[in-house]
Every structure is written in structure tokens, then in C-alpha cells.
């Protein structure tokens, strides 16, 4: 049997719903499968009537002379015009609460590869998929708190994060939990994000649920939710070896050179200070500004010409790529997110 056919169990017509969103997704599903049940009796309905209503029972039968009728027109346009605005509307809203990321959300940074997950915690802990005592595997699980808003730092990476095969390139995957409602791409080369907020204890399938490859069907993880105090206790037991994601970063921001020209304490060196800037809004050289989100400070460290800040010259700072690795990465954007 395949090790993941016992994960493979559904109970209802849904996947059970563990989320404040999910409830009105599922709302909006049951609305628009009721609304297009009722749309398709009445038309499908009224034509069958109709057919045989009007079906032609002799040769001499003559069509009807009917030129047009205001008041249907009018009901048959308009009932289906406030039924896709308040279709649209509604979606609408319930989109918009699933992209407003709350401000204290818990941060968790997700690593897709072919073919599994990574959960990488802000205190260095590190969940992949393992194998128990009789051999069997066992999917990478997220543990995250009951009622607590969790952020999801998504990227897509190599097999081997320090290696430099040439054929080990990322690809893209989707991160999609049913039970919770969400959904969102893991695209190579960038960082992509998503929140949402266990309201039930439990444990709850992850998918990738974008072709990527052989494994892409075995590309299963877990997340369990469990109470607060629990998931703490979790978290701190066997915390990363190697510290904490900012004091890492701290170290490579000595080692790696960035401390000759950036400072912590607001002061302008060759480049910026790292002093407050994350969400901050950054001017540009050549005008706009952008929000400095994680994706901005990946793209800013990897490739710094991309995107010059405002009133520094370009091509001082030397491009990072290949020089740092994913991890390296993702260290040092924590390390400049804790500088406040
Ligand atoms: C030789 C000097 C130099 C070194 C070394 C250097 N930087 Fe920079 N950095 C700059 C300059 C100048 C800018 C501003 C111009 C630009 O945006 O490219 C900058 C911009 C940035 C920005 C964007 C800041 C903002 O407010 O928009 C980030 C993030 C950054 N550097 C991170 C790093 C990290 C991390 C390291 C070490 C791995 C590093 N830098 C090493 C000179 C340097
Ligand atoms: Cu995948």
C-alpha cells in the first residue's frame, strides 16, 4: 500500500471547514450551487414546457406574430445582473479578508521542492518529512496554535540549497490546505504569502496542487493544529541548532561584508541603515516607491540594481546571487526584520 493512501480519507461531500474563512467560502459555494439550480430549472424547465407547449401539431399551423415583451426583457436581464454584482461583491469581500494579512500574524517560512515540503520557524526549527520506527514515511508536519493568525512566507527552492547543479532548478508548486479554504502558488525566484487562522484542533492535508513533476502526487504535508500552550512547548523543544533565523542572520551580516556599509542604529554608511525599514515604504531612484515586504528585501540583497533606493548610487552594492544560498537568505531578511 502507498504510504499516503491512509491520509487519503474524505467524510463529507466538503472538506471539513477549520477556519472562519472556510465557512464563507463555503457559504458563497452553496449560494452560487443553489442560485444555478434555480437559474437552470426555471430556463431548462420553461423551455422543456415550452417545447411542447408550442410544438407544431398540423402543416398548416402558423407561428405566432410576437415582436417583444418589455416586462420580460426587462426581469430576465436584471435578475441576473444583481445576482453577478452581488456574486462579485460578496467574493469580492471574502478575497479581500483573505489578503489582509494581520499585523501580528505568527511567521512561518515554507520551502516547496521537488518533491516535499519544509517549515522553517522563526527560532531556527526545521520540519521535513521523516521516516517512523517501521520504516514508513511520514509527512512534513506544520504545527501551528488554535486561533492565532499564522503568515505563510512561501519559496520555491532547490533540491540542494548549497549545491550549484545546473538541472537542480526550482519549480512551481501551489500551497493549498482544503480544510482551511486557501490557496496560493509557489513561484521560483520569488517569495509569495498567504494567512489563515486554525479555529478547530486537528490535522489537515496540505497539498500541491500544481503539477510539478514525477512526485508532484505524493507531494502531501500535514498541518496540525493544536492549543497554544501546546504548540510552545512544541516550538521550544528541539529549537534549531544553529539559533534563532535573526541571530543567524546577524552573523552573516558580519561575516558576509554587509556590516562596511549597512548600520543598525539609523546612521547612513554606503548604503541605507537597516534600522526600521521593514514595511516601511522605500522611494526609488527614477521615481515610486515600494513597500519593503520580504520578497523586496530578497530581491534588494540578491540583485540590488533591480531596485535602487532613492538618493544612493546604483552598482555599490554587489550583487549577492550565488554568493548566499536560500537559507543564507532567509536568515538575513529575519535578521533586518528584527532591526527596529
Ligand atoms: C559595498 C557596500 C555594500 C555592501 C557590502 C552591501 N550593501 Fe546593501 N546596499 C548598498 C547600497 C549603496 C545600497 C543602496 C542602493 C541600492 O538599493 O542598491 C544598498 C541597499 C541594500 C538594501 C535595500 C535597502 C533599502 O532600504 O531599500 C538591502 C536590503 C541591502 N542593501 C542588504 C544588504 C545585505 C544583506 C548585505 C550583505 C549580505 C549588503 N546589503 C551588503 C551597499 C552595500
Ligand atoms: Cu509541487
Given at each position: 500500500m502507498m504510504w499516503w493512501l491512509p491520509l487519503a480519507k474524505a467524510d463529507s461531500f466538503?472538506?471539513?471547514?477549520?477556519t472562519e474563512i472556510a465557512s464563507q467560502v463555503d457559504s458563497i459555494y452553496a449560494f452560487l450551487l443553489w442560485s444555478s439550480l434555480v437559474s437552470f430549472i426555471l430556463l431548462i424547465g420553461g423551455m422543456t414546457f415550452f417545447v411542447f407547449k408550442y410544438?407544431?401539431?398540423?402543416?398548416t399551423d402558423k407561428t405566432a406574430y410576437i415582436t417583444h415583451n418589455h416586462t420580460f426583457e426587462f426581469l430576465w436581464s436584471f435578475i441576473p445582473f444583481v445576482l453577478f454584482i452581488f456574486s462579485f461583491a460578496w467574493g469580492w469581500v471574502v478575497y479581500h479578508e483573505m489578503r489582509t494579512f494581520p499585523e501580528n500574524a505568527l511567521e512561518v517560512h515554507v520551502v516547496a521542492k521537488k518533491w516535499d515540503w519544509k517549515f522553517i520557524y522563526k527560532n531556527g526549527k526545521e520540519i521535513t518529512a521523516g521516516v517512523d520506527a517501521s520504516g514508513k514515511k511520514t509527512p512534513a508536519t506544520m504545527v501551528i496554535p488554535v486561533g492565532r493568525p499564522v503568515k505563510v512566507i512561501m519559496a520555491s527552492e532547490k533540491i540542494n540549497p548549497a549545491g550549484d547543479d545546473p538541472k537542480d532548478r526550482p519549480v512551481l508548486h501551489s500551497f493549498f490546505i482544503p480544510a482551511f479554504r486557501v490557496k496560493q502558488d509557489v513561484v521560483p525566484g520569488r517569495y509569495t504569502s498567504l494567512w489563515f487562522q486554525a479555529e478547530k484542533e486537528g490535522d489537515f492535508h496540505l497539498f500541491?496542487?500544481?503539477?510539478?513533476?514525477?512526485g508532484h502526487s505524493a507531494m502531501l504535508g500535514m498541518v496540525k493544529a493544536v492549543p497554544v500552550e501546546e504548540y510552545e512547548r512544541w516550538l521550544a523543544a528541539e529549537a534549531g541548532a544553529a539559533g534563532s533565523l535573526a541571530d543567524q542572520g546577524r552573523a552573516l551580516y558580519a561575516s558576509k561584508a554587509c556590516i562596511g556599509c549597512h548600520s543598525l542604529d539609523g546612521t547612513r554608511v554606503v548604503g541605507p541603515s537597516f534600522?526600521?525599514?521593514?514595511?516601511h515604504e522605500q522611494a526609488i531612484e527614477g521615481g515610486g516607491s515600494v513597500k519593503v515586504d520580504e520578497d523586496y528585501l530578497r530581491e534588494s540583497i540578491l540583485n540590488p540594481n533591480a531596485k535602487v533606493a532613492a538618493g544612493y548610487p546604483a552598482g555599490t552594492m554587489p550583487p549577492y546571487a550565488g554568493q548566499l544560498n536560500d537559507d543564507e537568505v532567509k536568515a538575513l531578511i529575519e535578521f533586518i526584520k528584527s532591526v527596529k
Open positions: 466538503m472538506p471539513p471547514a477549520a410544438k407544431r401539431k398540423s402543416a500541491c496542487t500544481e503539477y510539478c513533476g514525477a534600522k526600521g525599514i521593514f514595511g
